[in-house]
């Protein structure tokens, strides 16, 4: 079945350091590739998206190609801050909506 | 818009009793879904709705679990009786339509259930 694999946490980055989280992915077809945040105490917010091979996703700094060859969507960002703490999901659809998430990725950045 | 709304936010009962979770997706929202979170587990989806009727329901652990949506502005999950191992956070999640770009799900901030 579906799956998706995270790099295993947590993380911890002094303030404007260089961020990767790896994520892969298993899946038939052509799935729709997700980054979720969660901020604590809060639900999952979409942070970006991509939907076909070689697609980027960005939002607030952060990036994500869709590499269907190593079936990959690691997240990038070039200099995180503070605020960038978090626990990071990396997640596939194959359509009909469900979602299918990775463990997370608790990030703690270190001012 | 107010965005998805749980509750109650918290909620602490004793082994046995019945739990009932309370989720109002975003208006004009077709897919309502219900997670659950634990350490263990990661983010499971249970089940999910389309157009107030349920799709797939084969995440539900077991009997003692139960989903409705009788209205398209209101779902419930009632877990009865409750088992200490069913402390977790509960997540409603809703989403306008499926098409390829645009399934994105909008997360409520969720319900930290916790049975004694």
């Known amino acids: 079945g579906d799956s998706v694999t995270q790099m295993e946490g947590p993380v911890t980055l002094s303030e404007e350091a260089f961020l990767t989280i790896n994520c892969t992915y298993t899946?038939?077809?052509?799935?729709?590739l997700f980054w979720y945040v969660q901020y604590p105490g809060e639900g999952l917010q979409l942070l970006l998206k991509a939907t076909k091979a070689d697609d980027k996703g960005s939002n607030k700094g952060f990036e994500a190609t869709y590499r269907k060859e190593t079936t990959s969507f690691h997240l990038e960002k070039g200099s995180v801050q503070v605020s960038d703490s978090a626990v990071y999901f990396c997640?596939?659809?194959?359509?009909?909506?469900?979602?299918?998430f990775g463990q997370g990725t608790r990030l703690t950045i270190n001012p | 818009d107010a965005g998805v709304i749980q509750s109650p936010r918290h909620e602490v009962t004793e082994m046995g009793q019945e739990v009932t979770l309370r989720c109002k997706p975003i208006s004009g929202h077709d897919y309502l879904f219900w997670y659950r979170q634990t350490m263990m587990r990661g983010l499971e989806l249970l089940i999910y709705?389309?157009?107030?009727?349920?799709?797939?329901d084969s995440g539900m652990p077991e009997d003692r679990f139960s989903a409705k949506m009788p209205n398209a502005s209101f779902s419930t999950l009632k877990i009865q009786p409750s088992e200490p191992r069913d402390s977790a956070v509960y997540f409603c999640a809703s989403s306008p339509y499926w098409d390829r770009g645009r399934d994105t799900q909008y997360f409520g901030p969720g319900t930290r259930l916790t049975v004694l």
């Open positions: 709705f389309n157009n107030n009727v349920p799709i797939d």
């Open positions: 899946a038939t077809g052509y799935p729709s």
């Open positions: 997640a596939l659809s194959r359509g009909a909506q469900k979602l299918v």
